[in-house]
Every structure is written in structure tokens, then in C-alpha cells.
């Protein structure tokens, strides 16, 4: 989901950054389900209905997305959207104004993350820890820097709550491409990401110490 922002008292940003970005101020309005509306200028549908996006505030669910034109815009869509009427949600609207507006419409769903689940599952048997080689194995083929994802949970382990430009730095890399690697760790429930920095997961620090022990 991409660049979703707005500046009101009950808007924020909504960003496709490897997961949905909203400002911490709208956690509780979506959570409560105040907030079941966003509108945005797009020059093409960036979100799909039926699809889940994770949150800080937890997992949406998009139920539709649809076009819209400004005059249909009721005063009752845009207090679901956070906005005091109608006008004052046109008047906030970012994006080029020749884009089309879409309208969407989202529900909180209260479950919990299953990253987070994943990532408190320290129990590895042989066939966990070959599957995460795997996906490991996969990630390091695939990139353009050679292999890293060893090396980097090793280096979080070894500095917990280091700010990700200084282990960027480290790497002798730009900060937005590793974190968007260290990303990938989190997918697969290796990592845990805090303000600042990252640490090994449970589920990560029992692969580390497999690793370890098969290697050394």
C-alpha cells in the first residue's frame, strides 16, 4: 500500500515500506473502528480488495476500492476517513488533482500478526531449520551484494538496538536497501524491529545457535 497521507488530527500516512506505515495517532481510531474510510489521489489502483495489510496498529483488510467522484463525497464518509466533512477531506487530499479519487474502505481485523507468532516459534526440528536455510539460501542467491543474511543476524545479535544506519554502515551500504533486507529476516519471524534498531526474535536467536553449532 502506497504513500496514503494526509495532515488532519486523525489522518496520516499509509506506506508501501514492506509493510503498511500509519501514523501513531490513527492506531487507536482504527483499532476502535472510528477510521473505516481512506481516500486517496491515485493515477492507478494501488491496493487490492480482499487483501490484508499489516500495520502497527495490526492487520486491515481492504474491502473495497473504488473511484469516486469529489461532488459524491458524503460529509459521513469523510468523518469514517477521519476528517471533519466532506469539503475539509478534499481540501487534504494530496496527489495530483487531475488523478482520480479513490475511495477506500478497510476494517480492522483483530488477530494477531502471524509474523509475531512465527517469530515466539523457537522450537526447531531438522525440517524448520532446512527450511529456513532454504529460504536464506534463496535470499542470498538473489542478491546483487553477495551472501548476507548469516552475516547480518550474526551482526544483530552482536548489537541490539543498533540504529540501522550504523549497521548500514558496517556493510559499507545505503540504509534503506539493508533495511529493506532486514525486512525480509522479519518476514520469515528471524527479527523483531524496535525504535532503534533490531533484534533476533526467539525463533531467530534458536536458528543462530543451530547455525552456529552445525558450522563451527
Known amino acids: 500500500m502506497r504513500s496514503w497521507t494526509s495532515r488532519r488530527s486523525c489522518t496520516g500516512s499509509l506506506v508501501d515500506n514492506g509493510a503498511v506505515l500509519f501514523q501513531k495517532r490513527l492506531w487507536e481510531p482504527i483499532q476502535s473502528g472510528e477510521m473505516t474510510l481512506t481516500f486517496r489521489r491515485w493515477k492507478r489502483r494501488q491496493v487490492v480488495a480482499g487483501n490484508r495489510y499489516r500495520t502497527p496498529a495490526g492487520i486491515v483488510e481492504v474491502t473495497s476500492v473504488d473511484i469516486v467522484a ?7 464518509e469523510a468523518r469514517a476517513a477521519c476528517h471533519e466533512s466532506a469539503e475539509a477531506l478534499i481540501s487534504d487530499l494530496p496527489g495530483d488533482a487531475a488523478s482520480p479519487i479513490y475511495r477506500i474502505a478497510f476494517r480492522y481485523v483483530d488477530e494477531p500478526d502471524p509474523r509475531q507468532l512465527l517469530a515466539e516459534d523457537d522450537e526447531l526440528d531438522e525440517s524448520s531449520l532446512a527450511e529456513i536455510d532454504k529460504r536464506l539460501d534463496r535470499l542470498d542467491k538473489a542478491s546483487k551484494h553477495g551472501a548476507w543474511t548469516r552475516q547480518v543476524l550474526q551482526t544483530i ?5 543498533r540504529r540501522a544506519p550504523d549497521l548500514a554502515e558496517m556493510y559499507g551500504r545505503e540504509t534503506q536497501p539493508f533495511k529493506t533486507d532486514v525486512r525480509k529476516l522479519k518476514n520469515l519471524g ?12 526467539p525463533r531467530g536467536e534458536a536458528y543462530l545457535a543451530a547455525h552456529r553449532a552445525r558450522t563451527s
Open 70 to 76: 469529489e461532488s459524491t463525497i458524503a460529509d459521513a
Open 157 to 161: 545479535a552482536d548489537h541490539p538496538h
Open 190 to 201: 528471524l527479527t523483531l524491529s524496535f525504535n532503534p534498531g533490531y533484534t533476533l526474535s
